[in-house]
């Protein structure tokens, strides 16, 4: 992955207004200059001796700055980004003013970052967030202008390059929050989240995950934040040699197992780990190394920014058939190149939330059950998704076919909005009965209970899925002439 850079969008209300008053504007503008090139018609036709010099001056410079105006009254109004690198933040050009007529500040010069409230405001969303940088005044940006995921990004820019002591405890409190909302945690009840933080946290286990500033890999990897914990396994989000961020997966074999078991556990988390790395897809993130530290076993992972599936579901509702069609084209496409494979790669965790939208809309794979398997190796039972796991999964015997089962969960989570039933062949029409008869036959017949009776042949899911998009544009084609 490269390195984190963001295009944030941000335009504030005088920005607004400005830009709202400039193009109001513009037709007196553009109607300026054919007006005075008329007067000085008329005024040379009534005096044919000429112009005076200083009249010849005035209205070439009149003629000049009409122009001119309006280019940079445009480039003004008109840039509404921040730019954030490695190395610092560019700001629009009507904050130039207040940072020193300096458009670039790095991330030495942050000198502070924090929230400030508004005053009799109901709710954060009317709160800024403020950043101080050296011999200026502090910099404002009202929340409710900043969209929340790139603004939870721009957040991780600063705690990664400028340092912990430069951020309040109010705007932590507030970044921590921000990341549970666009994981869809802020939806949950209290007594929701309340099981939930004890299942993640409390889990009858004596592993301990990792703290934010733990260096790995001989200081090249430094953990930046846990993004999930459960059971003996954890998942990480860390930055690779200063620059590059990467995700780090860790499991660790119980420390009553026996010996034998936690070396073939170990040795089946090697092999796995190896072949992995091997992988080459452009909708797969890349596994990037294995390796062990302090008796737990690690893989390393392309990071991907962007929006599981399920994070967008839980914020937009269930999804429109052509969507999911499309997606699952894609997810096809994925699964056939990892059947392909000699041996065939059993994903094992095929949900809505290892399935990202990156920042060009593309659908990828973020994640392998190895340490899932792994774990399971070694306690006896298998760790998952009980929604979204095929029966026979279940039992220790996962196949090519248990992707297939929660390929078809995936789908039908993706347009109904809810999780399926586990071990239960999915009907999504059910939920929703504007769903079409032959999507619902298509998730009904991936999730069958008995793999045997499953359809798993991907190229027949391909077939079918394309003849479904066929009807559903010709569908929407013949809404909009309908509309038109």
């Given at each position: 992955m490269a390195e984190l850079e963001l295009s944030i969008k941000y335009q504030s209300e005088p920005n607004r207004i400005g830009f709202y008053v400039m193009a109001a504007m513009f037709p007196i503008w553009s109607l300026f200059v054919p007006f005075l090139l008329g007067c000085v018609i008329a005024y040379l036709l009534q005096h044919p001796s000429g112009m005076p010099a200083e009249l010849t001056l005035a209205t070439l410079i009149a003629l000049a700055a009409v122009p001119i105006l309006g280019i940079l009254m445009s480039a003004l109004f008109e840039d509404n980004r921040l730019y954030v690198t490695k190395s610092g933040i560019a700001f629009p050009l009507y904050l130039v003013p207040f940072l020193g007529f300096r458009r670039h500040r790095t991330w030495t010069e942050l000198q502070g970052a924090g929230l400030r409230?508004?005053?009799?405001?109901?709710?954060?969303?009317?709160?800024?967030?403020?950043?101080?940088?050296?011999?200026?005044?502090?910099?404002?940006?009202?929340?409710?202008?900043?969209?929340?995921?790139?603004?939870?990004?721009?957040?991780?820019?600063?705690?990664?390059?400028?340092?912990?002591?430069?951020?309040?405890?109010?705007?932590?409190?507030?970044?921590?929050?921000?990341?549970?909302?666009?994981?869809?945690?802020?939806?949950?009840?209290?007594?929701?989240?309340?099981?939930?933080?004890?299942?993640?946290?409390?889990?009858?286990?004596?592993?301990?995950?990792?703290?934010?500033?733990?260096?790995?890999?001989?200081?090249?990897?430094?953990i930046v934040r846990q993004l999930a914990f459960g059971g003996l396994s954890a998942i990480y989000l860390a930055q690779q040699n200063m620059k590059n961020m990467v995700v780090v997966k860790e499991a660790v074999v119980p420390g009553d197992s026996n010996e034998e078991t936690r070396k073939k556990a170990?040795?089946?988390?090697?092999?796995?780990?190896?072949?992995?790395?091997?992988?080459?897809?452009?909708?797969?993130?890349?596994?990037?190394?294995?390796?062990?530290?302090?008796?737990?076993?690690?893989?390393?992972?392309?990071?991907?920014?962007?929006?599981?599936?399920?994070?967008?579901?839980?914020?937009?509702?269930?999804?429109?058939?052509?969507?999911?069609?499309?997606?699952?084209?894609?997810?096809?496409?994925?699964?056939?190149?990892?059947?392909?494979?000699?041996?065939?790669?059993?994903?094992?965790?095929?949900?809505?939330?290892?399935?990202?939208?990156?920042?060009?809309?593309?659908?990828?794979?973020?994640?392998?059950?190895?340490?899932n398997q792994f774990v399971g190796t070694a306690t006896g039972t298998l760790v998952g998704k009980q929604s979204y796991i095929a029966p026979e999964q279940l039992r220790g015997k996962a196949s090519t076919a248990s992707d297939i089962y929660s390929f078809g969960g995936s789908m039908f989570?993706?347009?109904?909005?809810?999780?399926?039933?586990?071990?239960?062949?999915?009907?999504?029409?059910?939920?929703?009965?504007?769903?079409?008869?032959?999507?619902?036959?298509?998730?009904?017949?991936?999730?069958?209970?008995?793999?045997?009776?499953?359809?798993?042949?991907?190229?027949?899911?391909?077939?079918?899925?394309?003849?479904?998009?066929?009807?559903?544009?010709?569908?929407?084609?013949?809404?909009?002439?309908?509309?038109?």
């Open positions: 409230r508004t005053d009799g405001a109901p709710d954060m969303e009317s709160d800024s967030l403020f950043l101080m940088f050296d011999k200026t005044i502090p910099l404002q940006f009202r929340l409710k202008h900043l969209d929340k995921v790139q603004l939870e990004q721009m957040l991780l820019a600063v705690e990664l390059w400028s340092g912990q002591q430069t951020r309040t405890p109010e705007l932590i409190e507030y970044q921590n929050r921000l990341h549970n909302e666009n994981k869809g945690l802020g939806r949950l009840s209290q007594v929701e989240m309340f099981e939930e933080e004890l299942t993640r946290r409390f889990s009858a286990t004596s592993f301990v995950p990792l703290e934010p500033g733990r260096k790995m890999l001989g200081g090249s990897v430094e170990e040795e089946h988390f090697l092999r796995e780990a190896k072949f992995l790395m091997k992988l080459e897809h452009p909708h797969i993130a890349k596994v990037i190394a294995h390796f062990v530290e302090n008796s737990r076993d690690y893989i390393l992972m392309e990071y991907i920014p962007g929006q599981d599936l399920r994070q967008l579901v839980k914020q937009h509702g269930p999804q429109s058939e052509l969507s999911v069609v499309e997606w699952s084209m894609r997810i096809v496409d994925i699964l056939q190149y990892l059947h392909a494979q000699e041996p065939p790669v059993v994903h094992r965790d095929l949900t809505p939330d290892n399935l990202v939208l990156n920042k060009s809309g593309d659908l990828v794979l973020i994640d392998f059950g190895a340490a989570f993706l347009l109904t909005g809810s999780d399926p039933t586990p071990l239960a062949s999915s009907h999504p029409i059910s939920v929703l009965p504007t769903i079409s008869g032959e999507l619902d036959d298509l998730v009904a017949e991936m999730t069958k209970f008995d793999p045997e009776q499953r359809l798993c042949d991907l190229n027949e899911i391909h077939r079918r899925l394309t003849e479904i998009k066929s009807k559903l544009v010709r569908g929407e084609q013949a809404v909009g002439g309908l509309i038109s």
